[in-house]
């Protein structure tokens, strides 16, 4: 099993909600990524996950608040967005120091903040 | 962090092989050079990595140059699959994390043409 699953698919969510996104993994991986992605533009790093453990914080507002309840499952979650957050969110996984094996990436939460 | 500069578009007859170069003047000794690419709307994927040797596996073909501060990913018979956006990415480890960083520049948009 290579992949890493997203969910949701799509996410509509008022400015005063709290939502929050899913990543799921079963390759034994330990680093996991949030990356955040906007229309045309490349994708950029938001934070990244090491033995569940919060390994990097691309100085991302508190607004959204990273989740790694085991080292399987990489939760985002979502209070008081603006509509410029509105984005494709993508998350990753890769072996981390273990192993310098490639990221896998999910296929992505679009996102629309309204 | 080492940058990496890539052209914004190229166009490639569809059978002929598509060279997409790469600058990576700054790159350190021991930073590995990734290329991944991604099709309109879904995640990134990975391509072939390398540190220093020429690397293939059965997507692409990876030509570093000797001084390392270039590289050219080789696709040697483009379908029109193979539209996409390309991203050239040099792979770092910040001090102190516990995991590896990939950091995404505006990459290369790669148009196939019948």
């Known amino acids: 099993d290579t992949e890493v699953t997203q969910t949701p698919k799509h996410l509509v969510m008022g400015m005063t909600n709290k939502k929050s996104l899913k990543c799921e993994q079963h390759m034994g991986h330990r680093a996991m990524y949030w990356y955040k992605q906007k229309a045309k533009k490349p994708p950029e790093l938001m934070f990244v996950?090491?033995?569940?453990?919060?390994?990097i914080n691309e100085s991302v507002p508190s607004r959204f608040s990273p989740e790694c309840p085991n080292s399987s499952l990489l939760n985002l979650h979502l209070h008081a967005l603006q509509p410029e957050d509105s984005a494709l969110y993508l998350c990753a996984s890769s072996q981390g120091l273990q192993g310098f094996g490639e990221a896998f990436f999910g296929q992505g939460t679009r996102l629309t903040v309204v | 962090d080492a940058k990496t500069t890539q052209p914004p578009s190229m166009d490639c007859a569809e059978g002929r092989a598509a060279n997409l170069p790469c600058n990576h003047s700054t790159i350190s000794g021991n930073e590995y050079v990734y290329w991944y690419r991604q099709i309109h709307s879904q995640g990134p994927q990975y391509i072939i990595h390398?540190?220093?040797n020429n690397e293939t596996n059965e997507m692409a073909s990876l030509i570093i140059t000797e001084d390392r501060k270039s590289s050219t990913l080789i696709l040697p018979h483009a379908t029109l699959r193979d539209t996409a956006v390309y991203y050239c990415?040099?792979?770092?480890?910040?001090?102190?994390?516990?995991?590896?960083?990939?950091?995404f520049g505006k990459g290369t948009k790669l148009s196939v043409i019948p």
């Open positions: 990415i040099v792979r770092v480890l910040p001090p102190g994390a516990g995991s590896y960083q990939l950091t």
């Open positions: 390398g540190l220093k």
């Open positions: 996950y090491s033995y569940e453990k919060l390994s």
